[in-house]
DNA sequence: TGCCCCCTGCAG
DNA sequence: CTGCAGGGGGCA
């Protein structure tokens, strides 16, 4: 699910929610959703399903802040621990507050888990639940149905050299990203699409396929352009397209064609304004050309033929 | 720089 | 049943 924007919004609710709180308890209900020590692999039964230990050192620890690194989430603790998350494409972060009754072991409230049928609702945790996190005032839940997403416990201090924060290349709304930027970042890419430079991490982070797609539309490049054909006028373009969708993303809350929500467990909204993403076949609403799907990148690719060369 | 893989569920 | 899905790691 999640692209910076679905990350900022799962961030900024979350910050709303938890920071202040003291973790009570942990229980990991995936082992390899919880990347820790894999020889502790003693698991137990808990309500049917099986647990295994958790670090010693997340426990009583109070939750200092909450932040985003590309498409990466940081819990930082009191002493000088914290908690990575990435929730890749299908990781959820449901908090319910404890006063939401009935309380007890679940958390009590259920939730419409990205059911279609909007009067379905689901207890948490649900079975995709991995790891669950009893807070003071709450109940904090990783789902993750296809189990990609994971959570790990590091020092504060070696956040960043944690494998996958380590490679990040430049936020989108740092003041470093500019025009010349990008345009320095393509031109070492000269054979590569468009579409795979705007996805790579390690050149600028948060991008994923909705975004690309989208930014590439009101930029009107076509995804399959190389890297060494893209004009300097064309970068600017690019540039302002790129703040603009993600801004977007992040008003509307993120896009949830699927399972993603907010932390309240609220859909995000941004799926109705997307201009290609998931329109194969619809009209372009900028012109009289139909969207269509390619594969570029290994990846699912929606652009309006007319308008994006 | 591309391809397969991790895993589960859903649409066609 | 096959193919595909908001990500990214490891391998040619």
């Known amino acids: 699910m999640p692209e910076l924007p679905e990350v900022e919004t799962v961030v900024r609710g979350l910050s709303r929610h938890i920071v202040g709180q003291k973790i009570k308890h942990v229980e990991i209900l995936s082992a390899k959703s919880f990347l820790w020590n894999p020889k502790l692999t003693k698991s137990k039964k808990v309500g049917g399903k099986t647990a295994y230990p958790i670090p010693q050192e997340i426990l009583r620890r109070t939750i200092k802040k909450i932040s985003r690194r590309g ?23 449901i908090y319910i507050p404890k006063d939401k009754k009935p309380g007890r072991t679940t958390g009590g409230k259920r939730l419409n888990y990205g059911h279609p049928d909007k009067n379905f609702s689901q207890a948490m945790p649900s079975k995709h639940t991995r790891v ?11 789902n993750d149905q296809r189990r990609f997403g994971w959570v790990k416990l590091t020092p504060t201090q070696d956040v960043f050299k944690d494998k996958f924060f380590a490679k990040l290349g ?8 500019t025009p010349p930027f990008l345009w320095s970042a393509i031109q070492r890419h000269p ?7 705007i996805l790579d991490q390690s050149l600028i982070t948060g991008i994923g396929n909705i975004y690309s797609d989208e930014a590439l539309f009101y930029a009107r ?7 060494r054909s893209i004009t300097k006028p064309e970068v600017t373009k690019l540039y302002a397209a790129i703040k603009k969708v993600l801004e977007k993303g992040i008003k509307y809350s993120g896009t ?26 619809q009209p372009c609403r900028s012109c009289k050309g139909i969207i269509t799907k390619i594969r570029v990148a290994g990846r699912g690719t929606h652009y309006c033929p007319m308008c994006q060369h």
């Open 170 to 177: 430049l936020e989108p709304f740092d003041k470093k990203f």
């Open 132 to 142: 669950w996190f009893e807070l003071s005032k709450g109940n904090l839940y990783f």
């Open 71 to 93: 498409k990466g989430i940081i819990i930082d603790l009191d002493k000088g621990y914290s908690i990575l998350i990435h929730l890749k494409m299908t990781g959820q972060l």
């Open 221 to 227: 490049l076509k995804p399959t352009r190389l890297g």
């Open 191 to 197: 054979k590569a699409n468009i579409k795979a430079i």
């Open 256 to 281: 949830s064609i699927n399972t993603h929500r907010t932390p309240e467990g609220s859909m995000g909204k941004m799926q109705n304004y997307l201009a290609v993403y998931e329109r194969e076949g």
